[in-house]
Nanobody, 125 residues
Framework: QVQLVEAGGGLVQVGGALRLSCATS????????MGWFRQASGKVREFVAA????????DYADSVKGRFTISRDNDKKTLYLQMNSLKPEDTAVYYC??????????????????WGQGTQVTVSS
């Protein structure tokens, strides 16, 4: 069974940075669109960023544009999320997800087939 394993979360002060990673055992990682989502306590899961199979195309939620960067290394089968200028409202559990359809990247959670267990990011003021 394919697994996605996130790492890199933690506690950071406002304005700080974190880099999340998501490693996978998937044989065909390079064929999957990948995404990052987050869920704050008491709120619904929301889209953060997505990246196309080969990596040149990326989409971001308006709330993170200019601060977060999604990237991938298909040789290492790893997805990344560089988060800069962190704000208290970025506090959430962050999940990576794989979309095995053959379409373009999606911001809709239901479009994703496989999810990681999540990693907590806490931004203190």
């Amino acid at each position: 069974q394919v697994q996605l394993v996130e790492a890199g979360g933690g506690l950071v002060q406002v304005g700080g940075a974190l880099r999340l990673s998501c490693a996978t055992s998937a044989r065909n990682f390079s064929k999957d669109n990948m995404g990052w989502f987050r869920q704050a306590s008491g709120k619904v899961r929301e889209f953060v960023a997505a990246i196309s199979r080969s990596g040149p195309s990326a989409d971001y939620a308006d709330s993170v544009k200019g601060r977060f960067t999604i990237s991938r290394d298909n040789d290492k089968k790893t997805l990344y999320l560089q988060m800069n200028s962190l704000k208290p409202e970025d506090t959430a559990v962050y999940y990576c997800a794989a979309d095995r359809s053959y379409g373009s990247t999606s911001s809709v959670p239901d479009e994703y087939d496989t999810w990681g267990q999540g990693t907590q990011v806490t931004v203190s003021s």
